[in-house]
């Protein structure tokens, strides 16, 4: 049965769109059907991410308004045969779109893919409330700092207010020196903390921001945010992959 998924952030800047992106594409190089939707209104990036940013014509606030099918606003991608894009509008804003609207999308794009990501605003506003009931299952991506922690909780709270299930988490950009020295939370902290089971977490890897500036995506490259995402695909997939153990320092009574 094909399933709904929705990638959420407390705040911008953790890293949504890029597991959207990457974890759709993990998904299409296993031959698994996948349609990568991005729902951040008036901003539009998963495109970029994708590299399918020249391709883009009909969005989906054409589809939303009826100014055209569903069919001429799904984008193919240009190396994975099962993965799509449905952009969003560079024009518009989260009240153009209400959530009967988005369900309705979402449950023809569930007739045409295994697996449907949406890619979410950040934040608890009304973008991401009219998301919800066309959602089945969530991801929740933060940062390992206090800020982002502490909006990951608000989207938390939102949720369960709602009415809606629990979501895995991945957590960005985890620096293991940092985590060594104690100067950063470790991913199971975070998890710990947010009381959310932890799907996977990716490393800090400059080929991420080295391939967005080039339009590429560093899932073509052998580097640590590849491999993670790799590992959190096939765990999102029911599969048991142990986590890397990411340890801090003994300190030692004695050590200055």
Known sequence: MSQSWLILSGKGGVGKTMLTASLGMALAKKGLSCCCVDADLGLRDLDLLLGMENSVVFDMLDVARKDCKLKYAL???????????????????????????????????????????????????????????????????????????????????????????????????VNQKLVTEGDQYSPQTVANTLDVPLLGYIPEDPAVLAALNR??????????????????????LGEYVPLPEVKKKRRWFFSK
Request: proline content about 6%.
């Open 215 to 236: 339009h590429e995506s560093f899932m073509n490259k052998d580097c640590p945010a590849a491999q993670a995402v790799e590992r959190i695909s096939r765990r999102f």
């Open 75 to 173: 984008l193919q991608h240009h190396q994975l045969t099962d993965l799509s894009l449905l952009p969003a509008s560079q024009n518009g804003s989260s009240k153009d779109l209400d959530a009967e609207t988005f369900a309705k999308i979402v449950t023809k794009l569930k007739k045409r893919a295994g697996y449907v990501l949406t890619d979410a605003p950040a934040g608890v506003e009304r973008g991401l409330k009219n998301l919800l009931p066309g959602s089945d299952y969530s991801i929740l991506v933060t940062t390992p700092d206090d800020v982002s922690m502490r909006n990951a909780e608000r989207v938390l709270a939102l949720l369960e207010e709602k009415h809606r299930p629990r979501p895995m988490l991945v957590v960005n950009r």
